[in-house]
């Protein structure tokens, strides 16, 4: 994915993830075509609106537990022009509001806890009392 009017020699910085089933199938056709250049040619000329097209997009990028680094490792040992920074989008992708109040949730109850029970802390148990010995002569 780049902003319009980039020139398509840079590296890639925004590689998108979509379930686009038209976009899908487009590329899985171009995959299947791409032993023979002529076959290739044909499928992307065929599907050249879905490859090529210019739209806004929306979605969030993947980080934390979203993120997957074998992924990432495997996408930048291709031959695609990615930048060492790449980020992947999720297309079509929104913040759910129920997982984060639920995580704030979780948060507040265990930091309650915690504070909780570091002022119901047990006084520290009495020194040992001293032996008796003989005195001293």
Do not use: C, W, Y
């Not at 002529?38 to 969030?60: I, P, Y």
């Not at 909780?116 to 005195?135: D, I, M, T, V, Y």
């Amino acid at each position: 994915m780049r902003p319009k009017g980039e020139s398509t020699d840079g590296p890639v910085h925004i590689l998108l993830s979509t379930k686009n089933d038209a976009i899908v199938a487009a590329l899985e056709d171009l995959n299947k075509s791409s032993g023979n250049m002529k076959e290739a040619l044909n499928a992307a000329s065929r599907h050249a609106d879905k490859l090529f097209m210019q739209k806004d997009v929306s979605g969030l990028i993947r980080f934390g537990i979203d993120s997957d680094d074998k992924t990432r490792d495997k996408l930048a040992k291709l031959d695609m022009k990615l930048a060492p920074d790449f980020v992947i989008m999720n297309d079509g992708a929104a913040p759910s509001l129920f997982g984060s109040m639920s995580m704030l949730g979780i948060g507040v109850l265990i930091g309650f806890f915690m504070l909780r029970k570091a002022g119901k802390s047990e006084p520290a148990a009495p020194p040992p009392p001293a032996p008796n010995l003989p005195p001293r002569v």
